[in-house]
């Protein structure tokens, strides 16, 4: 049978960046009886401790057999008890069934992931076939909102496994290296591998049950799944073998169907669940593991439990629940242990040093082709700085992220995407780990079990930026799910500045803390006149309880939270032989005479190829996800002068995201490449724009110090910014101002590009399609779309858009931006044709030519001057089969004098991806 498959289904998927599919492992044939156990199931009675044993004897004879079955349970390490027990058992040609109920004795072990502990039943018949299997005895069940084990809630820290192999591209079937794999994951805090549309081989299962990690296998689909389909029925054929090879295994706690499923899914997989919970009730059964319905999860009366990013618009992952918060407000009415599906996805840059590690079935041609990139731009030196700083960014993310879950009651876990980085889709560098699940360098297992980890000391502080006039309150709680309550619990905390000086502390009662989220420890208040300003401090919770300790719950844990304090008030005088201005023109005259100036420009002055920045890291990748801004974080020299007065490491923190959103830093391509910038942005691996927010060079005799960031407005209640303009005014007045790189005005000017001149022109746009006026906005995150459709009514090329401006405007030449939001380039213009017009009726050809399908912006020249009071851009074509068009921005280059004045102040939108299986969310503001 043919089967449609989805072609990025993991089992059979080039979006790992490999394929694999068919058999891999032992293939064996086995002799038996004409009479022989063909299965064997285990269901644990923890209550009664006794197991339940139903088997399926095969009979290829011609009559009735009768077999005594004998059962023999046994410690499957370590020497124990052997407890035996035998039934009598008929089968009928063809085969029959037997059952029988085993107890254990009053001295058995449970198996959970702090006490993994593994039996043996071996079952055997009269005529010597036999079957062994391994089980544990374990409970796993949902009751209300919360995962239970044997009785206790237990919480699940998951991450992501996408079946990506590159060594050998397919899975390993020795349990060796699943062991290895799954004794990392414990040593990072994880203690849950949700496994994304494929099953793994069943060393995977005797990995997971030696190590107690709870594992969630899916059969290798991720298709459209309705009822009454050859989908459905070979969903429930692959879901039978799964349970009959692995059922038996305590670590397979869940099982999902799909990966984000597609077409009547809500009529067939709610019913898959109900059917398999009555037929094996060992796990927990969904729906599906993450949803993309407007409406997600969709049905929940038949499922056990549901992975999934929000309830309708409710997220429960990204940046609404962090710095304090939590997601409680999304889950109202929901009665079912939710897990939160992907989160995560925050992107680091990659340190090229991997690329000597694909040693086996891979080779590193992204990784080559990206460093390549890097090397053309002249940063390949930088490399290693801006993974390190990249990487601490994406580790604060994180951080938010699992905290944020802990905090939240009904939320009984997550499933990371991903704790190491993923080679498909388009290259997503979301891990802490490289692809290899090996560290990167930025960050330790140890302190990512800080905040990931059995138990958690939580603050809820709410704000990161203070200033001594603050109140500083942060209400203390704890999430435990440990072996056991906590007995006699101190906590205690601290605050210690960033020389390691302890600048405050104090204690909590002892207490008992029951396994459980929520558990209030108190409120640290801080009297912030008492302390330094500015600095950077930690607050730092620890609790030490009378419990004994283990690697996986040791009875000390700490966990830390950094905030920045600076002064109340501070002058914000301007010395006198500097002048700051935000004006080009301003800033040339006095470089010109010899004079210092801070150079802040506007937004809406700086090149296209300037992008604005974000207050969090690219989510998944810029080739699935694409966008204008693709900030990964920020690089600064933290040994310049000019940063001296002003708190902060080498990477972006949470007191800079206070100044950071929507600024446009420099796009230096058309510098001198030895200028180094003292604050760096970091753009994607695709396009290693160099980006300077903060840098200095020389003009003629003059000194310029140029600075992205918004540090002249509203400065009482932007203590970030406040601080750094105080900084850089200070450094400029002192010797050490003395840049070693000089720039020519003609090359200064090669930055700066009116973004607002369709606007000062008074233009206005009309044309087919939707958003014609989005064309000539000033933000290329907004797009003109016409064409598309179906059939007879398809809307195909050409497709037109006109401009008309308030007087004659005399052009040397146009920019055209492609739109920014589609992973396929749709409506990306190849061959176009530009008029000019009087009065709007009668039209000349003035261009004609060739686009490329890219995201940098286009320059179409004329070849002289035209002077025109309208124009037109007709598409003649597009890419392949693409019938439609769409641009993002369209604007003039003036001829001669140039339109003066302002256009206002743009706020850029925030762009979204034209694909529905990528949720980036939307930014909360972040303090």
């Known amino acids: 049978?043919?089967?449609?498959?989805?072609?990025?289904?993991?089992?059979?998927?080039?979006?790992?960046?490999?394929?694999?599919?068919?058999?891999?492992?032992?293939?064996?044939?086995?002799?038996?009886?004409?009479?022989?156990?063909?299965?064997?199931?285990?269901?644990?009675?923890?209550?009664?401790?006794?197991?339940?044993?139903?088997?399926?004897?095969?009979?290829?004879?011609?009559?009735?057999?009768?077999?005594?079955?004998?059962?023999?349970?046994?410690?499957?390490?370590?020497?124990?008890?052997?407890?035996?027990?035998?039934?009598?058992?008929?089968?009928?040609?063809?085969?029959?069934?037997?059952?029988?109920?085993?107890?254990?004795?009053?001295?058995?072990?449970?198996?959970?992931?702090?006490?993994?502990?593994?039996?043996?039943?071996?079952?055997?018949?009269?005529?010597?076939?036999?079957?062994?299997?391994?089980?544990?005895?374990?409970?796993?069940?949902?009751?209300?909102?919360?995962?239970?084990?044997?009785?206790?809630?237990?919480?699940?820290?998951?991450?992501?496994?996408?079946?990506?192999?590159?060594?050998?591209?397919?899975?390993?079937?020795?349990?060796?290296?699943?062991?290895?794999?799954?004794?990392?994951?414990?040593?990072?805090?994880?203690?849950?591998?949700?496994?994304?549309?494929?099953?793994?081989?069943?060393?995977?299962?005797?990995?997971?049950?030696?190590?107690?990690?709870?594992?969630?296998?899916?059969?290798?689909?991720?298709?459209?799944?309705?009822?009454?389909?050859?989908?459905?029925?070979?969903?429930?054929?692959?879901?039978?073998?799964?349970?009959?090879?692995?059922?038996?295994?305590?670590?397979?706690?869940?099982?999902?169907?799909?990966?984000?499923?597609?077409?009547?899914?809500?009529?067939?997989?709610?019913?898959?669940?109900?059917?398999?919970?009555?037929?094996?009730?060992?796990?927990?059964?969904?729906?599906?593991?993450?949803?993309?319905?407007?409406?997600?999860?969709?049905?929940?009366?038949?499922?056990?439990?549901?992975?999934?990013?929000?309830?309708?618009?409710?997220?429960?992952?990204?940046?609404?629940?962090?710095?304090?918060?939590?997601?409680?407000?999304?889950?109202?009415?929901?009665?079912?242990?939710?897990?939160?599906?992907?989160?995560?996805?925050?992107?680091?840059?990659?340190?090229?040093?991997?690329?000597?590690?694909?040693?086996?079935?891979?080779?590193?041609?992204?990784?080559?082709?990206?460093?390549?990139?890097?090397?053309?731009?002249?940063?390949?030196?930088?490399?290693?700085?801006?993974?390190?700083?990249?990487?601490?960014?994406?580790?604060?993310?994180?951080?938010?992220?699992?905290?944020?879950?802990?905090?939240?009651?009904?939320?009984?876990?997550?499933?990371?995407?991903?704790?190491?980085?993923?080679?498909?889709?388009?290259?997503?560098?979301?891990?802490?780990?490289?692809?290899?699940?090996?560290?990167?360098?930025?960050?330790?297992?140890?302190?990512?079990?800080?905040?990931?980890?059995?138990?958690?000391?939580?603050?809820?502080?709410?704000?990161?930026?203070?200033?001594?006039?603050?109140?500083?309150?942060?209400?203390?709680?704890?999430?435990?799910?440990?072996?056991?309550?906590?007995?006699?619990?101190?906590?205690?905390w601290r605050v210690v500045d960033d020389a390691g000086a302890v600048v405050a502390r104090g204690e909590w009662e002892p207490r008992d803390i029951p396994i459980g989220k929520s558990f209030r420890l108190g409120t640290v208040k801080l009297d912030l006149t008492q302390l330094t300003a500015p600095r950077a401090y930690r607050l730092v919770v620890t609790v030490r309880s009378a419990n004994p300790g283990s690697a996986w719950a040791p009875n000390e844990v700490e966990n830390d939270w950094q905030f920045w304090l600076y002064p109340q008030r501070m002058p914000e005088s301007v010395p006198a032989d500097v002048l700051v201005t935000s004006s080009w023109p301003e800033a040339e005259a006095r470089l010109a005479s010899g004079g210092k100036v801070l150079f802040t420009p506007r937004n809406a002055d700086l090149h296209w190829t300037s992008p604005p920045l974000a207050e969090v890291p690219v989510f998944w990748n810029r080739l699935m996800n694409p966008g204008w801004s693709r900030m990964l974080g920020l690089w600064c020299d933290t040994n310049h002068p000019a940063l001296a007065q002003f708190p902060t490491e080498a990477n972006c923190d949470w007191q800079w995201t206070q100044i950071v959103r929507g600024v446009r830093p420099v796009n230096l391509e058309g510098l001198p490449r030895e200028l180094q910038p003292i604050v760096q942005a970091i753009d994607d691996w695709n396009r290693n724009w160099k980006l300077g927010a903060v840098f200095e060079c020389t003009v003629g005799s003059g000194r310029l110090l140029v600075c992205s960031f918004d540090i002249e407005r509203n400065l009482d209640s932007r203590p970030v910014a406040r601080q750094l303009r105080h900084s850089l005014l200070a450094y400029m007045q002192t010797d050490a101002f003395q840049p070693k790189v000089s720039v020519t005005p003609a090359q200064f000017a090669t930055v700066l590009f009116d973004s607002q001149v369709m606007r000062k022109l008074g233009a206005r746009a009309s044309g087919d399609g939707t958003g014609a006026s989005l064309a000539i906005d000033g933000d290329p995150n907004t797009v003109w779309t016409s064409g598309g459709g179906r059939g007879a009514s398809a809307a195909r090329h050409p497709h037109q858009l006109t401009v008309a401006f308030e007087r004659p405007v005399n052009v040397e030449a146009l920019i055209v931006m492609n739109r920014q939001n589609d992973r396929n380039h749709a409506g990306d213009i190849r061959d176009y044709r530009l008029q000019a017009s009087e009065d709007g009726q009668e039209w000349r050809a003035i261009a004609e030519g060739r686009l490329a399908s890219t995201w940098s912006p286009q320059r179409i020249e004329l070849g002289a001057p035209v002077t025109a009071k309208h124009l037109r851009l007709t598409a003649l074509s597009g890419f392949g089969t693409d019938s439609t068009a769409a641009i993002a921005e369209l604007a003039v280059l003036e001829a001669g004098t140039r339109v003066t004045g302002s256009g206002g102040t743009i706020e850029y939108q925030r762009s979204r991806s034209t694909s529905t299986d990528v949720e980036e969310g939307g930014a909360a503001p972040l303090r």
């Not at 099953?199 to 299962?205: D, G, K, L, M, S």
């Not at 169907?257 to 019913?271: F, Q």
């Not at 109900?274 to 049905?299: C, E, I, Q």
Request: charged share 20%; hydrophobic share 40%.
């Open 1 to 492: 049978m043919l089967m449609n498959y989805r072609p990025d289904a993991h089992a059979v998927s080039d979006s790992l960046g490999s394929s694999w599919n068919g058999i891999v492992g032992q293939m064996e044939l086995h002799s038996t009886p004409l009479v022989w156990i063909d299965e064997v199931k285990v269901f644990p009675d923890v209550t009664n401790k006794s197991i339940l044993v139903r088997g399926v004897l095969g009979n290829r004879t011609a009559s009735e057999a009768r077999q005594q079955v004998r059962f023999a349970v046994e410690v499957a390490r370590g020497v124990g008890p052997v407890v035996t027990h035998s039934i009598d058992a008929a089968s009928a040609p063809g085969g029959g069934a037997f059952e029988a109920t085993i107890s254990l004795g009053d001295r058995v072990e449970l198996w959970s992931e702090f006490n993994p502990f593994l039996y043996r039943l071996t079952v055997r018949l009269d005529n010597g076939h036999s079957v062994g299997t391994l089980f544990g005895m374990r409970d796993f069940r949902a009751e209300g909102t919360e995962f239970v084990i044997n009785g206790e809630k237990a919480n699940l820290r998951g991450t992501h496994h996408g079946g990506d192999f590159p060594l050998t591209g397919y899975p390993p079937t020795d349990v060796d290296y699943w062991h290895t794999l799954f004794w990392k994951l414990k040593e990072w805090g994880i203690n849950h591998v949700r496994f994304h549309s494929f099953c793994p081989p069943e060393a995977a299962f005797i990995a997971g049950d030696m190590l107690g990690m709870y594992l969630q296998p899916e059969p290798g689909m991720w298709n459209e799944i309705s009822p009454n389909t050859p989908m459905e029925r070979m969903l429930y054929l692959e879901t039978e073998r799964m349970l009959k090879a692995y059922g038996n295994h305590p670590s397979f706690v869940l099982f999902s169907p799909s990966n984000e499923p597609k077409g009547r899914w809500k009529e067939a997989l709610p019913k898959w669940a109900a059917h398999f919970r009555s037929v094996d009730p060992r796990r927990l059964y969904t729906s599906g593991t993450g949803f993309t319905d407007s409406d997600a999860p969709g049905p929940l009366d038949k499922v056990d439990y549901i992975p999934t990013q929000r309830f309708g618009p409710r997220r429960v992952r990204g940046e609404p629940g962090w710095f304090g918060a939590d997601y409680s407000s999304s889950l109202g009415g929901v009665s079912i242990p939710v897990l939160a599906h992907e989160n995560g996805q925050w992107c680091a840059y990659p340190d090229y040093d991997v690329i000597s590690k694909f040693t086996g079935y891979l080779r590193p041609g992204n990784f080559e082709i990206f460093r390549g990139s890097l090397a053309a731009r002249g940063m390949l030196h930088k490399n290693k700085d801006f993974a390190w700083a990249s990487g601490r960014f994406q580790l604060a993310c994180y951080k938010e992220e699992i905290e944020a879950n802990l905090r939240t009651p009904g939320l009984v876990g997550f499933q990371l995407l991903d704790l190491h980085d993923y080679i498909g889709q388009g290259t997503a560098l979301v891990g802490l780990l490289d692809p290899f699940w090996e560290e990167k360098g930025y960050v330790t297992a140890a302190e990512f079990r800080r905040f990931c980890s059995p138990t958690v000391p939580l603050a809820r502080l709410r704000q990161r930026v203070y200033t001594t006039g603050d109140s500083f309150n942060a209400d203390v709680e704890i999430a435990h799910y440990g072996p056991a309550a906590l007995s006699n619990a101190v906590a205690a």
